[in-house]
């Protein structure tokens, strides 16, 4: 390629790149005009999160294909994301058949993202099993995205090409050499389509994570740049055993080993059905098993489900008996005895596998359903002939289970049987007057004391209270039976009305060969809920957050369809009271006191600054947010680049990601970083501040240090300044820079001198200072604190209020992970975790 000394320029981008690719485009357009039937849903996250998933997919498909080994997954803070594999690269040279059609030359990367389902169509035998949700293609992506960058490495070379709402706008450019290859997709969704951007690290975390384990051998990094920043790597080298240990990791396994295996059946489509199945019991009563068909998780299960569960039941019957180990379960086990504390996760590789519906959350293909019975019974019962005391050990946790589901029909029968008589509650529930269910509300309240305020405080017409005395019990820890003799937990269920769905109701229905016989049925009434919003309120402190997570417990593992329909949710009392003279105002969180403080700032001033109009209000509060951004951001690059650099090369250069293109302007651009670092920081004063050639990406700059001198990392490169936390620093300093730049005049009210202040940079430490003038702020630790007025004003009046619902978003991940942590049995675990998170207690919130 090019000679050493001078690197490739790519010619600047022109928005009409491609007069001549309007029937491509036209695929894109039908995207952009129907987004929810390509992508999912615009409004609600999930269409956004799909985005991601699509390009994964196609990063994933490339490890399937035998050649990749990493894949990162960066969030950047203005939403835009970055998916970069070490796979071959999407091809760059020129695909003939297209091209003729087209009549110009178009690369084989940019027909993949700008035709849909391009993907895998150039290369079908590496493809033999497509982790696709949706399948269409990263063009998809392309289409409702505001700006996207590729970045191709392949045989040596960078190559590098932006498109706008999908339509290319450079050409695929050669712009550096690498002796790596991959693919580095950075994407910004586009706020014509989506009406919110908001990724959710958890759900986000959780997949990634999930696809790891799922692919023995594959690594994912993911990191989050927005806010303190957060990441994850993920490595398990053992693939699904390994997701069984954490699973399990805070619970008490009966057995140490996982047990796992793989089957393989040919099938008459080429490629065989690949079965992996890993299993472990745990002391727990609970039964926990994910399928999954081709990385995608079937949350009805279907036919490989089923065929784990004949295995499970027929195999444990068969080796009990044999062994005279059943003689006290005279009718045999069943299938939930057997499934009693297991935690397993079968996943089936499929070459062509249906489902029920698009979604695909079961799995359908009746021929499955033999394969993994056969395979799972057959190795499972080797396993228990070569390992015994293992077995034994199942089978007695099997017998017992057998016996408590005897034990827990008569306690359910009592409680049945009690559950109508809401007479029991006198003294207990202050109940309301209203009785439509869907007008009612019901206060679950800590402690007596809150109690007190929150009955007086009530709009008793429609909002009952229940306060709960204590710590209710530990229900991860008890079996049902017990659990439904305590009297808190007792008087919770009877003031709800709807009663305790019997689990031989919430049983799956089973597909077999191929029909479903029913759907999902259960007896138990949400119809005879007394109450359509039921509304935890505790206290902000760790008894308060342990106290909610306990009954979220609750909830969560005996009344999960509550929280299905929504009735569930968590008050959100004030955290902060701020008082200026006479007047109490209430936050509810740190982004409300913020404003507040920023608005108590702005009061009554007006600034004048060199050029422009005059500034004051909300004009005064965006650019005081605004020089707060910079600061937090700068803050934040520090980590990957001194902040007085970074700084010095925007405020004394304003460098720009096209400086470092060319040798002239990176010249320039050092010599007037280094002026600023000299003039600004005499301290650090480095030696120099030099362009130097980068072999993937045009010029870096470089800040020299004199000897003696200490400092982070002091690389100014193209990934940084090409990265959107740097290009928002500029942003905000073009701005305000051409509107309202420097240096300032504060008139103050009552003084006759106006204040100077030199920068923007100045300025905005100078209003932060004027917020907390004159008010005085204190932090609310518990509900006891606040008289019945302000609870109602604050908490329960509907007009004024904030509830939190409580979504049941992840069954596979944290959620559960989070509840066995803190109601497991492992003590070390739980004390590590409310210790770790006593001083941000408001991260226990789910
Ligand atoms: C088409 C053909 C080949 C690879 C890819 C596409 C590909 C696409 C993506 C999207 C994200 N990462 C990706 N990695 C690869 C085959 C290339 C060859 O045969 O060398």
Request: negative net charge.
């Amino acid at each position: 390629m090019s000679d050493a000394a001078t690197p490739p320029v790519p010619p600047a981008p022109a928005s009409n790149y491609n007069p001549d690719n309007i029937t491509v485009l036209e695929g894109l357009e039908a995207v952009r005009k129907r987004p929810g039937m390509y992508i999912g849903d615009v409004h609600d996250g999930s269409g956004l999160h799909h985005l991601v998933w699509e390009v994964v997919d196609n990063s994933v498909d490339e490890h399937l294909a035998g050649y990749c080994k990493r894949i990162r997954v960066t969030v950047h803070f203005d939403g835009s994301v970055t998916v970069e594999d070490d796979g071959r690269g999407i091809p760059t040279g020129t695909h003939v058949e297209h091209s003729k059609k087209l009549g110009r030359d178009v690369s084989a990367a940019e027909l993949v993202m700008t035709v849909l389902h391009a993907g895998g169509k150039f290369d079908h035998a590496s493809y033999k099993v497509s982790a696709g949700l949706h399948g269409v293609g990263v063009s998809a992506v392309n289409a409702v995205s505001e700006w996207l960058k590729l970045e191709i490495r392949r045989e040596g070379h960078v190559w590098l090409q932006e498109y706008r709402k999908g339509a290319p706008v450079t050409p695929l450019a050669l712009i550096g050499d690498s002796d790596r290859t991959g693919t580095q997709v950075t994407w910004k969704p586009d706020t014509d389509i989506f009406t919110v951007i908001e990724w959710s690290y958890d759900q986000l975390a959780s997949r990634l994570r999930e696809l790891t384990f799922l692919n023995a051998g594959l690594v994912i990094d993911f990191s989050d740049e927005r806010g303190e920043g957060r990441s994850e790597h993920y490595e398990f080298a053992g693939g699904i055993r390994e997701f069984i240990e954490l699973l399990n990791h805070a619970k008490d396994p009966i057995h140490p080993a996982v047990i796992s295996f793989t089957a393989e059946a040919p099938t008459d489509l080429g490629a065989s059905v690949v079965v992996d199945c890993a299993l472990q019991w745990n002391s727990t009563y609970g039964e926990q098993i994910f399928a999954y068909t081709n990385n995608v998780h079937n949350k009805d299960g279907g036919t490989h489900l089923t065929g784990l569960r004949s295995a499970l039941t027929r195999t444990l019957n068969t080796y009990g008996t044999a062994q005279n180990l059943l003689k006290d379960v005279k009718a045999g086990l069943l299938g939930e005895d057997v499934r009693e504390g297991l935690t397993a996760v079968i996943s089936v590789k499929h070459p062509d596998p249906s489902f029920d519906s698009q979604t695909k959350s079961k799995l359908v293909s009746s021929e499955v359903k033999g394969i993994v019975e056969t395979g799972v019974s057959e190795k499972l019962s080797r396993f228990f002939e070569e390992n015994p005391a293992v077995a034994r050990k199942i089978l007695e946790k099997a017998v017992l289970a057998a016996k408590g589901r005897e034990a827990a029909r008569k306690a359910r029968e009592v409680v049945r049987k009690g559950q109508n008589d809401i007479t029991t509650l006198s003294g207990k529930l202050s109940d309301c007057q209203e009785k439509d269910p869907a007008k009612c509300e019901i206060y679950v309240v800590e402690g007596d004391s809150a109690g007190g305020s929150a009955k007086q405080g009530r709009d008793r017409r429609f909002q009952a209270i229940l306060p709960l005395r204590g710590k209710i019990l530990n229900v991860e820890r008890v079996r049902l039976d017990r659990m439904l003799g305590s009297e808190q937990i007792g008087t919770l269920i009877t003031a709800l009305g709807c009663g305790l769905a019997d689990p031989e109701d919430r049983k799956e229905t089973e597909v077999v060969d191929g029909v479903q016989s029913g759907k999902r049925v259960s007896t138990f009434d949400t119809s005879k809920l007394r109450y359509h919003r039921i509304i935890l309120m505790t206290d902000a402190d760790v008894d308060g957050s342990h106290i909610r997570t306990l009954l979220l417990t609750f909830f969560y593992r005996q009344l999960p369809e509550l929280i299905e329909n929504g009735y569930l949710y968590i008050a959100q009392p004030p955290l902060y009271r701020v008082r200026k003279g006479k007047k109490d105002l209430y936050m509810k969180d740190d982004a409300a006191l913020d404003r507040h403080l920023l608005e108590n700032a702005v009061e009554g001033i007006a600034v004048d600054a060199s050029k422009g109009p005059a500034l004051a209000g909300d004009q005064l509060i965006v650019l005081a947010k605004r020089m707060k951004q910079q600061r937090e951001i700068l803050g934040k690059l520090d980590a990957r680049c001194d902040a007085r650099v970074v700084a010095a090369a925007v405020r004394g250069a304003m460098l720009g990601r096209d400086d470092l293109r060319d040798a002239t302007r990176a010249e320039e651009k050092a010599k007037a970083t280094r002026a600023f670092l000299e003039e600004r920081w005499p301290d650090f004063k480095p030696l120099d501040v030099v362009a130097q050639k980068d072999a993937e990406h045009g010029y870096r700059l470089v800040a020299q240090l004199r000897p003696g001198a200490t400092s982070r990392a002091t690389v100014l490169d193209w990934a940084l300044v090409d990265g959107a936390e740097y290009q928002q620093v500029l942003s905000i300093e073009e701005d305000t820079r051409s509107i309202w730049p420097g240096p300032y005049r504060v008139r103050v009210p009552g003084s006759a001198e106006p204040v100077v202040i030199a920068d923007a940079e100045a300025l905005g430490a100078y209003l932060d200072e004027r917020g907390r003038k004159g008010i005085v702020i204190s932090r609310y630790k518990g509900l006891g604190e606040m008289n019945a007025e302000e609870l109602w004003s604050t908490t329960m009046d509907p007009d004024g209020r904030t509830l939190l619902q409580v979504k049941d978003e992840d069954i596979s991940g944290r959620t559960d992970e989070l509840f066995s942590v803190l109601m497991g049995e492992n003590v070390e675990l739980r004390r590590a975790f409310i210790e770790q998170n006593a001083l941000n207690v408001r991260n226990l919130d789910i």
